[in-house]
Nanobody
């Protein structure tokens, strides 16, 4: 599976941004997808996950209530809507996917395909 992440940019604190993750497979709705981010000098961290088929959503505590993950099955695309952005949200955002759901969904090591990353910069 090939993933193409897009939608990053430079915004001000409090603004919104929507990231997209387009997949090369037609049955993308059955795949579980996660978003991770990596800030300069820091390790990659989990942001959100969307379970395939069931549509269950999971969020890291730092973004819960501000970020929303969703998917458009017709477009084979998963989105990350980010509202009320903060400077500490500045990072390169990656989408990742795997076919079968795994309970350790917040671990980057379980995902088999990754997008190239898109940079989000939030100024204060």
């Amino acid at each position: 599976v090939q993933l193409q992440a897009s939608g990053g940019g430079l915004v001000q604190a409090g603004d919104s941004l929507r990231l997209s993750c387009a997949a090369s497979v037609r049955s993308f709705s059955t795949y579980s997808v996660a978003w991770f981010r990596q800030a300069p000098g820091k390790e990659r961290e989990f942001v959100a996950a969307l379970r395939g088929n069931s549509g269950m959503k999971y969020y890291d505590a730092h973004v819960k209530g501000r970020f929303t993950v969703s998917r458009d099955n017709a477009k084979n695309t998963v989105y990350l809507q980010m509202n009320s952005l903060k400077p500490e949200d500045t990072a390169v955002y990656y989408c990742a996917t795997r076919l079968h759901w795994h309970v350790t969904y917040s671990s980057a090591t379980i995902y088999t395909s990754w997008g190239q990353g898109t940079l989000v910069t939030v100024s204060s």
